[in-house]
């Protein structure tokens, strides 16, 4: 009784000292990253300060460099390099030579890394979100909540448990391996390329860089060229962060141009990991084929939002307006909604969107900033107008702020389009842009069918009273990512993998399988008890081992046990005593 007392106590003991080390904070430096030529201050040079007017039916890829322009204002931000074949090659050549070196060392270097970074984007929120909403139109809000919420909760997972699911894993031997201990390692593939999309620039470049540096790989990621001037700041605060922890130099790369860009680095590298649309993802993998490159793809989606019948409407619509405000993602882009609620739940929809206004987003009195890709809102009105011309009708709009006259075709506003139906091309073709496609349904089943009726499979939201019924419709539907009774909660769980299946790709970010998918994984068998016991099975008794092992029954196996025993007692018997009998 004493001496269970005294363990109580060490027990005890232990968990207060463990809990007051938590309560002293690590000693995490600060890291200074020059920000003075991307503030905008109205101090900008004359060369940075035009008005820009993109050429049009031009391909970029024949330019030499990256122009950068403020898709909201169309001010001009400057250039980059579009990098050629031999520059790349040579940039990944770096990182190689870097990352054998960073492969040796130790998490404690790793977290140290993690949490400088994390620090930095806790003191530099609004930096951060000006830069990405200047780039690419987006709003403040959208930045803060796509780009430093979901990459604080990665950063923070990875210290947490990324040491974890990066250690050696022990798993069973098996019946006739007992004697043997069997686990899987996890080793760095060496450099790992990243080719992301401009949506969310900033954690676009910090996921898949997390997940490779602290697996102890290099990475080079091409940025979009709709988003390389905030990717190059970007690049800025990781350089600062690895000088911080004495890192080598080049073990991150961040790089801008084209498709000659993309190709040299999708045949240069160890993996290559790609965000982005359907067709370029499969250029990606016929590139990749050559050199057998394996790929992770996280491609276009066509989210389906389903709205029960047993739902607070006025809630949902709230959630539903919102989410197809979002300019810059590929959110929800098919909402059925229960014939039963369906007048109810359009209403106050479009009572909402009517309210929605679009502008440049740093002005500060606007819901809605630019769209970012040029002519894009042609690519949304031709959608609206093939909807429009197979009997759906725009129920309603959102307004234009004072817009400039250059900027003028990067805005579209949100709109809710009723009466449509699955011939449409809005309903079937990726979007990406503030259109509200809404359609009923009758039964459970229905909207399960209509929902599956799709090339893509990202994502789902399903709303219900019964949280039963919700995880029931979910769990049918073809998808990587299901929320139930949310809308986009998953990325803030950066233990869950994230991907799509069908034309949305394939392989997983976050989570173990997004951690664990930097690495090679190598399954490694040696003796339990070396060496006195070692794997030698005589010829005799193969068969009965075979049975003893793997019978059907009991019965069976003990039979072929005595049958295993007595060829073993035979053997071991010496000649003399066998000829005695």
């Known amino acids: ?109 790793r977290r140290q890394f993690l949490r400088i970074l994390l620090k930095y984007i806790i003191e530099h929120q609004e930096l951060i979100c000006e830069i990405s909403s200047r780039d690419t139109g987006k709003t403040m809000v959208d930045g803060s909540l796509g780009e430093i919420m979901t990459t604080c909760e990665k950063i923070t997972w990875l210290l947490s448990e990324g040491e974890k699911w990066l250690k050696p894993e022990y798993r069973s031997s098996g019946r006739s391996m007992i004697h043997k201990k069997a686990k899987v390692e996890f080793h760095p593939l060496g450099v790992v390329g990243a080719i992301v999309s401009w949506n969310y620039p900033f954690h676009n470049i910090f996921n898949p860089m997390l997940a490779a540096v602290f697996s102890g790989n290099g990475i080079v990621i091409k940025v979009s060229e709709n988003a390389s001037w905030s990717g190059c700041f970007y690049f800025r605060i990781i350089q600062a962060a690895l000088a911080a ?33 359907p067709g370029v993802g499969r250029m990606i993998m016929r590139n990749a084929s050559k050199t057998l490159t394996p790929v992770t793809l996280e491609l276009g989606g066509k989210d389906a939002f389903i709205v029960c019948d047993d739902v607070d409407v006025a809630q949902i619509a709230v959630r539903a307006a919102l989410q197809s405000s979002g300019q810059n993602c590929a959110g929800a882009e098919r909402f059925y909604v229960h014939r039963d609620i369906y007048a109810l739940f359009v209403s106050q929809v479009a009572k909402i969107v009517k309210s929605v206004s679009a502008g440049p987003p740093l002005a500060g009195k606007y819901d809605m900033g630019a769209l970012c890709l040029l002519e894009h809102s042609e690519k949304l009105q031709n959608l609206v107008n093939d909807a429009l011309d197979k009997g759906a009708e725009i129920l309603a709009r959102g307004s234009f702020g004072h817009l400039s006259e250059g900027a003028v075709d990067q805005y579209f506003p949100p709109t809710v389009i009723v009466n449509v139906n699955h011939t449409m091309k809005l309903m079937q073709e990726e979007a990406f842009g503030p259109i509200m496609p809404i359609m009923k349904f009758d039964t459970d089943e229905e909207v399960v069918k209509l929902a599956n009726d799709s090339r893509y499979g990202l994502g789902c939201a399903v709303f219900s009273g019964s949280q039963h019924r919700a995880r029931e419709i979910a769990s049918q539907i073809q998808c990587g990512v299901a929320a139930i009774n949310d809308f986009a909660s998953n990325y803030m769980c950066q233990s869950l993998p994230f991907g799509g299946v069908k034309d949305s790709g394939f392989g997983r970010f976050a989570g173990v399988e997004g951690l664990r998918a930097c690495c090679l994984v190598k399954s490694v068998v040696e003796d339990r008890w070396w060496p006195y016991i070692k794997t030698k099975i005589p010829k005799p008794i193969q068969e009965s081992l075979v049975e003893a092992l793997y019978g059907l029954n009991i019965w069976d196996r003990l039979r072929a046990l005595v049958n295993v025993l007595k060829v073993l007692t035979e053997q071991n018997t010496p000649v003399s005593s066998r000829r005695n009998d």
């Open 1 to 109: 009784m004493a001496f269970l007392f005294s363990l109580i106590v060490l027990a005890f003991a232990y968990a207060i000292c463990r809990f007051l080390l938590m309560l002293i904070p690590p000693n995490v430096p600060s890291i200074d990253v020059d920000a003075s030529d991307v503030l905008d201050d109205g101090n900008q040079t004359p060369d940075n300060s035009f008005i820009y007017i993109p050429p049009r039916g031009r391909t970029p890829q024949s330019e030499t460099k990256v122009q950068c322009y403020e898709p909201a204002t169309m001010k001009y931000l400057g250039y980059f390099p579009a990098l050629s074949r031999a520059e790349v090659e040579e940039r990944v050549a770096q990182a190689r030579k870097a990352q054998k070196v960073w492969a040796k060392s130790s998490f404690k270097q």
């Open 245 to 277: 922890v004495g890192a080598p130099e080049n073990l991150v790369d961040v790089i801008t141009g084209f498709a000659e860009t993309g190709e040299a680095l999708v045949s240069s590298v160890d993996k290559i990991i790609f965000v982005g649309s």
